[in-house]
């Protein structure tokens, strides 16, 4: 048996239900909208839990925001464009069981014989169904209190210490 002192900085990173975070829309389906948060891709946000009343337009392959405006009664299409940030909400953290490592070194194969890259070991579901939720053009005065106001500090981002083992 051989045993080593180890010295290494840990981040890590696992969002609370009803927390509110900010990315960046990576792709649209039928099913919902994908999120990155630049280090983490797996956001997803099923369509279900958009801003109602909303609609897929297949030509363009985005989702839309059918926002009535209640002096007017006038229509106005609030577009979940690529790439535009999006502050969210989570709804749920869940971690997939892994199914281990595949025997040919990692890289599993998909039916059609291709490789696949391995599962991620957290997803997340998100929601925009609540005033200040959706792309961050269509609240300008959320994005100004947010430029005045110092943020508030979470405890997952609390600074980095050395641990020691």
Do not use: H
Not at 127 to 141: E, H, I, K, R, Y
Request: net charge negative.
């Amino acid at each position: 048996e051989a045993y080593y002192r180890v010295e290494f900085r840990l981040i890590v990173f696992r969002p609370v239900v009803d927390e509110w975070l900010v990315g960046s829309i990576t792709g649209s389906t039928e099913r919902g909208i994908t999120v990155s948060l630049g280090f983490f891709q797996d956001v997803e946000i099923p369509s279900s839990n958009l801003r109602t009343p909303y609609s897929f337009d297949p030509v363009q392959g985005m989702w839309v925001w059918q926002y009535c405006n209640p002096d007017t009664k006038e229509t106005v299409n609030f577009f979940y464009e690529k790439d535009e940030l999006l502050r969210f909400r989570i709804i749920s953290v869940s971690f997939p069981e892994s199914k281990g490592p595949a025997p040919d070194g990692g890289k599993a194969k998909d039916g059609a014989g291709k490789e696949s890259a391995k599962g991620s070991p957290m997803k997340i579901l998100g929601a925009v169904d609540l005033d200040g939720l959706g792309c961050m053009s269509w609240w300008p005065d959320s994005m100004e209190d947010d430029e005045e106001q110092e943020p508030a500090r979470s405890p997952m981002l609390a600074p980095i210490q050395d641990v020691a083992m």
